[in-house]
């Protein structure tokens, strides 16, 4: 694995390398490059299998991560390439050249995440969603329970406890006096 | 290999170098020319794996052109993970697929432990292997009773289903829920095996080898069977790459990649577990493959039930889960269901709540990118067999 | 009253079909739904009676609930004994067993489906999620209350809901068929409109016909 990863870094940039388990590796690099690393990976080092393809939202820093999972049948090895794009302008070029089912991912991002692919097979059809008119709902400023308030009738009676208050008050009504009261869980 | 370069329609195969015109290796589909129909298999149709949908374009029987259609049952579990906090979290991952919940317990809480940095105890370890074996077998006798169902073939659905109910049981007594167990959570498992769980569970797999020989005698050996699944729905070595194929479906088309022994995870290491795989690569060869999984699960089980230790600690201590903060991380953890690699991608941002849990479903692409590809070509009468072939289960492509 | 009023209320009376097309609005009636009066005293008795024995579901599993319809149709439960029976197309069925929680695309198909029913029809519903949305309260695409969009006549608690449990929900809708209180069909046409405004608030792109298929 470090050869491969030295061999990469002999041709691009890599910003970060986490080795999270023996079978497990995320790297960093930058968006132009993600073509090149993908189609060197898959044709020169045996990285055969895309896993996944998903998308972070980090709203506080304006950025998408993407993530591209590989596996290696070889070595056994999963790699983790992450990537940041732009929120506003989010548009990332497609990869389904180099996987044909590849456009499903992409299709599910532009849907759910509202991230562009130009050029993806069948991007613009609908995936999951029927009649959608709000944001793309995956995205951090949508609020699901304000939705779902507004539109869908709610049951009236179902109310929302604080546990330990209601556990307190309810189920354990000499919880106070015990000689455990002092401790502190927080 | 015979089988593959032979094709079942090639004897009475329209000639279909005219009709229909191809353009750029697309077919040209005119519906008001009237020589195409189009067709809806699907959400309400007794033949379709699930809630879901596929779009066929037919002329004659046969199919010229399928669209799967998901979403039916789309609940938004990523967003809701979202909201709740890790340990609300576990009693909502189990429900992402219904036939097999437990592969998603396992995921997402070694996920979560693997980001707290939490060792789970040992017999938690091989509760957690069983408890995944248990799943793996109630999941694949439903699965071959939809497969003879879907040829018309009642009977194996009743005595499987009736076995799996069987099995069901145990898991009630283990766990406490027939359907939904909500038992792995993060930190090792939630309760200790009852007593004499072990003996019952070891009566229950000599029934269930006995059930598995009337199968292979009435299932296996029929010549309807054979010539209804045999060269249907053929997935070529070359295939396998290029649409993510995983779990059964590959090794039926000889990839060796299977979870359990590429990267062994909880007791596997410890336990006698051989790949399985086949050449052929058609629908008929995937139900061997399973068939004889079965019976690996089933030896599997009695192995852990014979190497499970009596006593020992089931949790590992956790903190208080209300304010259970992660740290910053991410990671990505699979196992092997039924139908291959499942995984989850969990990232932390050091809050009590997950930033994002991602699950990956080995049927995603399988339902979706293979059946289209797979279903041209058949006739109707053959797409239910080719979808239970392939063992789709929307609940985990659309979650 | 003139001519010219009669005209408008019959206007009023019959659906406007929105949904379609100029060219499909020729396609189907825009009749409304009527409430229907039971018949004479014994002879409505054993209609219901015949009724009551014989259920035939649809077979459209909507949710997860469809998994323990499995158990229950084979050997183990084996809901034949009852008079359970599942059936392929709408038009045969009389019982819609609504399998847990709906999604905004599901409940346009059942919306459909059940429209698609001929009377008299029930409807039976699984799981927590159908009664208040259960874990689901707060999603984005699950409906909350089954109720609003079509009548229900049976609630089945529980996530999921045992075989048993779905055995105990039929019996008791024998029971109140037998007794003449199972009147969904009726409830839909009399508050036909309620319905039509709940459901097409959650079914934005409406391309459907009102009632009639």
């Known amino acids: ?186 | 290999m015979s089988r593959i370069s032979k094709n079942k329609y090639d004897n009475f195969k329209a000639d279909r170098s005219k009709f229909p015109q191809m353009e750029n290796g697309k077919a040209i589909i005119d519906l008001d020319s009237h020589k195409f129909t189009k067709l809806w298999q699907g959400p309400q149709h007794p033949g379709v794996t699930g809630n879901m949908a596929v779009e066929l374009t037919i002329s004659g029987d046969e199919i010229v052109q399928a669209k799967t259609h998901v979403g039916y049952l789309h609940r938004g579990f990523e967003k809701l993970l979202e909201r709740r906090k890790y340990i609300q979290c576990f009693t909502i991952v189990c429900r992402i697929c219904v036939p097999e919940p437990d592969t998603n317990e396992y995921c997402y809480s070694t996920a979560v432990e693997e980001l707290a940095g939490i060792e789970i105890p040992e017999k938690a370890k091989w509760i957690r292997t069983l408890n995944m074996e248990m799943s793996r077998l109630a999941s694949f006798l439903m699965w071959l009773g939809g497969q003879a169902g879907s040829l018309g073939m009642g009977a194996i659905g009743q005595w499987t289903v009736g076995m799996r109910d069987f099995w069901l049981d145990l898991f009630e007594e283990m766990t406490g829920g027939r359907i939904y167990h909500m038992y792995m959570i993060p930190g090792g498992v939630r309760k200790d095996l009852p007593e004499g769980f072990i003996m019952r569970a070891k009566h229950l797999v000599v029934e269930t080898r006995k059930l598995l020989f009337d199968i292979e005698k009435s299932f296996f050996n029929n010549a309807i069977i054979k010539s209804r699944l045999k060269c249907l729905g053929i997935i070529t070595p070359e295939m396998v790459d290029e649409y993510g194929i995983v779990g059964p479906n590959a090794r039926a088309s000889g990839k060796e990649y299977d979870v359990r022994m590429n990267n062994p995870y909880l007791k596997y290491p410890e336990l006698d577990i051989k790949m399985i795989t086949s050449m052929g690569g058609d629908a008929f060869t995937r139900a061997e493959v399973r068939y004889q999984e079965i019976h690996q699960t089933l030896d599997l089980i009695s192995q852990i039930l014979d190497k499970i230790p009596e006593k020992g600690e089931i949790q590992a201590k956790i903190p208080n889960v209300v304010n259970w903060k992660i740290p910053t991380g991410e990671t990505y953890v699979k196992a092997e269901s039924t139908r291959g690699e499942h995984g989850f991608y969990v990232v932390s941002d050091g809050t009590k709540y997950p930033r994002r849990v991602y699950n990956r479903g080995a049927s995603y692409t399988q339902a979706i990118s293979v059946l289209e590809k797979l279903a041209v070509n058949t006739s109707i009468s053959d797409l239910a067999g080719l979808m239970v072939s392939l063992h789709t289960c929307p609940p985990e492509i659309e979650r | 009253m003139n001519k010219k009023d009669i005209n408008n209320i019959e206007k009023e009376m019959k659906l406007a079909n929105e949904g379609l097309s100029e060219k499909e609005r020729t396609l189907f009636s825009d009749a409304r739904p009527t409430p229907v009066k039971p018949l004479n005293k014994y002879l409505e008795k054993f209609l219901n009676w015949a009724r009551a024995e014989s259920l035939w579901i649809l077979a459209f599993g909507t949710g997860c609930g469809a998994i323990e319809l499995r158990p229950l149709m084979t050997s183990r439960f084996d809901m034949f004994r009852y008079g359970i029976a599942p059936r392929p197309t709408p038009r045969q069925a009389s019982v819609f067993v609504i399998g847990g929680y709906a999604s905004i695309k599901t409940i346009k198909r059942i919306v459909r489906s059940y429209e698609q029913m001929q009377g008299p029809k029930f409807v039976i519903a699984l799981g927590s999620c159908t009664i208040n949305g259960g874990m689901y309260y707060d999603s984005y695409y699950t409906i909350n209350r089954i109720d609003h969009y079509i009548p229900v006549d049976i609630y089945v608690a529980g996530c999921m809901p045992r075989p048993e449990a779905l055995i105990a929900g039929f019996n008791k809708l024998k029971m109140q068929i037998k007794a003449g209180k199972c009147d969904g069909m009726n409830k839909y046409a009399e508050n036909f409109d309620w319905y039509k405004e709940n459901q097409k608030r959650v079914i934005k792109d409406w391309n459907m016909p009102d009632y009639n298929w």
């Open chain 1, 1 to 186: 694995m470090e050869q491969i990863l030295n061999r990469l870094k002999q041709k691009i940039e890599i910003k970060s390398v986490i080795n999270k388990r023996a079978d497990l590796y995320f790297i960093t690099i930058k968006k132009e490059h993600i073509e090149l690393v993908l189609s060197h990976l898959k044709q020169q080092e045996n990285f055969t299998h895309l896993a996944f393809l998903q998308a972070v939202d980090y709203i506080e820093d304006d950025k998408f991560q993407l993530t591209y999972m590989l596996y290696n049948y070889d070595i056994k090895v999963n790699l983790g390439i992450k990537v940041f794009i732009d929120r506003d302008k989010s548009e990332m070029t497609s990869i389904h050249k180099l996987w044909p089912h590849a456009w499903q991912y992409q299709r599910e991002l532009k849907e759910l995440f509202g991230i562009d692919f130009p050029g993806s097979p069948r991007v613009d059809e609908s995936f999951v969603l029927e009649g959608w008119e709000e944001i793309p709902p995956m995205r951090r400023d949508f609020d699901t329970l304000a939705y779902s308030v507004k539109t869908f009738y709610q049951r009236p009676g179902r109310t929302t406890n604080d546990p330990k208050r209601y556990m307190k008050e309810k189920l354990y009504k000499n919880f106070a006096k015990s000689p455990e009261s002092g401790r502190n869980d927080e």
